[in-house]
């Protein structure tokens, strides 16, 4: 199947300070990328969803100042927590978009997990 | 908006059968996918079904019935590393909506 990576898997991080988290898919071109986070022991919630070359489309409750996304190509999206504090830490997930076998799917990148101290 | 259904908890025998059931309202329909999580990982893709039926693949099938909001992913032959949480998610547009996840532990 297709492979979507993430970059860092792991961040830790003083409160106050900015963190990007790149998404990218690898070997097919996504013009779609989602972002999704997991609190423990709960599902996925939809943060935003990332357009290529368009501004991305944020879902209710979620600051897009706080959360910058830019998806300047075909295979990368990044997300930026800016001036992060504990709250924000969680296990970030992206996924991309692939409509290249004609059956459209969503592939993950294996996470992110931010730790703000 | 939508509303996605599915048991919290499951145990089941290694080598047996189990059936993971999910029951949708939503808005606009698009598809219906199962994927696989194991703990601290991203999930898997696991099915697809946007038509009524069941869709085969190996040990996993996943059936759909679009009238009644309802699916079901149907493990066959369990082993200890399908022990995990499986997602049932309803596309509507181009956007995925995840249920709270089943989780499922195989047991000797």
């Known amino acids: 199947g297709a492979v979507v990576s993430q970059h860092p898997s792991r961040v830790i991080c003083k409160s106050g300070t900015s963190v990007k988290i790149e998404c990218r898919s690898l070997d097919f071109q996504a013009t779609t990328m989602f972002w999704y986070r997991q609190f423990p022991k709960q599902s996925l919630m939809l943060m935003a969803t990332s357009n290529e070359g368009s501004k991305a489309t944020y879902e209710q409750g979620v600051e897009k100042d706080k959360f910058l996304i830019n998806h300047a190509s075909l295979t990368l999206s990044t997300l930026t927590v800016t001036s992060a504090h504990p709250e924000d830490s969680s296990f970030y997930i992206c996924?991309?978009?692939?409509?290249?076998?004609?059956?459209?799917?969503?592939?993950f990148g294996p996470g992110t997990r931010l730790l703000v101290l | 908006g939508q509303n996605i259904d599915q048991p919290t908890e499951m145990t089941a025998t290694e080598g047996a059968i189990v059936q993971i059931n999910c029951t949708y309202q939503?808005?606009?329909?698009?598809?219906l996918f199962w994927y696989q999580q194991h703990a601290g990982e991203a999930p898997t893709f696991l099915s697809y079904n946007v038509l009524d039926g069941l869709e085969e693949k190996g040990r996993f099938s996943s059936f759909l019935s679009r009238s009644k909001g309802y699916s079901y992913l149907l493990l066959k032959e369990l082993q200890m590393k399908d022990s995990a949480s499986y997602l049932c998610a309803v596309r509507a547009g181009y956007q995925l909506t995840f249920g709270k996840g089943t989780k499922l532990s195989v047991i000797p």
């Open positions: 939503t808005s606009g329909f698009n598809g």
């Open positions: 996924s991309a978009r692939d409509r290249s076998l004609g059956v459209e799917t969503q592939y």
